[in-house]
């Protein structure tokens, strides 16, 4: 079976601009969700998509946001770039509630 | 707020020694916790989950434990080799609130030859 999937797996944008990440669950699965990870604040938690319903958000800003499609794959997408949105974004996936599975990531650098 | 706690945040070791990575959680009511390896620069692989209603699990050479009541998990690493070097990670899941693991800051484990 195929692990999680995200693409890309490197992004170079500037401050203003926006981006969008994609998020392809193991097959079967229904929730997706995001973190961010950065050398200041660690892993946070973003948003967990289940049955193309947000079903949690962390403490993040609305710049912040996430769609997921009938087939359960995921984007996020972040607006108004910030240089401190520089960071490793992750999504992992679930069957329903419990075990999750990381994808290796993308790196986002805002300069 | 739960709030998660690894210590130490970095550990190095010779190769073969045995050694416990330690995490603390403040808030008892979890589903499960989860012990993650990552890699620089890489995602994170899970190495072992614990139910709420489980006292360890064992994986090779791995073995992590869960105290629920004390609010503890300790993650045990046995004959350690250079390839175990890695950021440990631990989280836990709350119970009812879907899958929003909070992490704590890791430990970040060099094991020398």
């Known amino acids: 079976k195929a692990g999680v999937t995200q693409t890309p797996r490197y992004l170079i944008k500037t401050r203003g601009q926006q981006v969008t990440l994609s998020c392809s669950p193991i097959s079967g699965h229904r929730s997706v969700s995001w973190y961010q990870q950065t050398p200041g604040q660690g892993l946070q938690f973003l948003f967990e998509y289940f049955s193309e319903t947000q079903r949690n958000k962390g403490n993040f800003p609305g710049r912040f946001s996430g769609r997921q499609f009938s087939n359960s794959r995921s984007e996020m997408n972040v607006s108004t770039l910030e240089l401190g949105d520089s960071a490793l974004y992750l999504c992992?996936?679930?069957?329903?509630?419990?075990?999750?599975?990381f994808g290796p990531g993308t790196r986002l650098t805002v300069t | 707020k739960q709030e998660v706690t690894q210590i130490p945040a970095a550990l190095s070791v010779p190769e073969g020694e045995n050694l416990v990575l330690n995490c603390s959680f403040t808030d008892s009511a979890i589903y499960n916790l989860q012990w993650f390896r990552q890699d620089p620069g890489k995602g994170l692989t899970s190495l072992l989950l614990?139910?709420?209603?489980?006292r360890e699990q064992t994986s090779g050479r791995l073995n992590a434990s869960l105290d629920k009541s004390s609010g503890r998990s300790t993650l045990y690493i046995a004959a350690s080799q250079p390839g175990d070097s890695a950021t440990y990670l631990c989280a836990v899941l709350p119970n009812n609130a879907g899958n929003m693991l909070t992490f704590g800051g890791g430990t970040r484990l060099m094991v020398k030859p």
């Open positions: 614990i139910q709420s209603s489980q």
């Open positions: 992992a996936s679930s069957l329903g509630y419990g075990d999750q599975y």
